[in-house]
């Protein structure tokens, strides 16, 4: 029987997504939190074997609830909840686990498990989390800082001159804008760049040289390009993530 897995990142905006299907990624992507139980029920109907497997990690606990509650009586779909009937185990020295949030808690377990470690994990989603986990496996601590669709936003929101309405640049065409709304591009993106590369060097110099960092998320591949110090970028960790830690459930 061909194992079917759809792991769910439910971020604080959107979701990200991944269906698996006898262990290959077959689907990956994006999408709002309104065609997630389209998207669970659709899947749950197709293939000869139509059983599937939800590993869902959220931060976004009303829309947990709501999916758990939809589905938890589906004969064909089995929901597994991280934090709920899927534990996660990472060592750490947070002062409360608790209150750190799961997308954080499944990107350090996926590190520990898949990367060669020390790691500085930079994730870009509407907030840039950096979590630090050292050569042992053990979490250290972070950093929370808006992420760069949030401050592009604000910037358009609160600033009455500015052009509104827009939505987060891909690319700059220049480092140096000729009207505002290219100024504000290469502002963000360059501002973003350097920013994650002075943190990383700031990171290094208290932390070791050999500190790798892996960077994911919606943006990661988007601030990628106006930085120089980053090792590697998977904006699929996450998922991977997800599933590694619904193969190791008892």
């Not at 979590?131 to 992420?147: A, E, H, N, R, T």
């Not at 110099?205 to 998320?217: D, F, I, P, S």
Request: net charge positive; glycine share 8%; proline share 4%.
């Amino acid at each position: 029987m061909v194992k079917r897995i759809l792991a769910v990142d439910i971020g604080n905006t959107a979701a990200t997504t991944g269906f698996y299907e006898g262990g290959r990624l077959i689907d990956f992507g994006s999408m709002y939190y309104d065609d997630i139980p389209k998207y669970i029920l659709k899947l749950s109907k197709n293939g000869r074997d139509s059983h599937l497997d939800v590993v869902l990690s959220s931060v976004f606990p009303k829309m947990t609830s709501f999916l758990k509650h939809k589905f938890q009586r589906t004969k064909n779909i089995k929901m597994w909840i991280v934090g709920d009937n899927l534990p996660i185990k990472i060592r750490h020295k947070y002062n409360y686990l608790s209150s750190l949030g799961c997308d954080r808690k499944v990107n350090i377990y996926g590190a520990v498990l898949m990367y060669r470690l020390p790691m500085l994990v930079i994730d870009y989603g509407t907030a840039i989390t950096f979590d630090l986990i050292d050569s042992k496996g053990v979490f250290q601590g972070g950093m929370i800082i808006p992420g760069p669709e949030t401050a592009y936003r604000a910037l358009s929101q609160r600033a009455a001159l500015l052009p509104k309405g827009l939505s987060m640049p891909r690319k700059s065409k220049s480092f140096l804008g000729r009207n505002a709304r290219e100024c504000m591009e290469s502002g963000i993106l360059e501002g973003y760049g350097a920013m994650t590369d002075e943190l990383i060097m700031r990171f290094r110099k208290r932390y070791g040289k050999n500190l790798r960092v892996l960077a994911t998320g919606g943006f990661a591949e988007v601030i990628h390009p106006y930085t120089k110090n980053i090792d590697a970028i998977d904006p699929k960790h996450s998922i991977k993530a997800l599933l590694a830690l619904w193969r190791s459930r008892k």
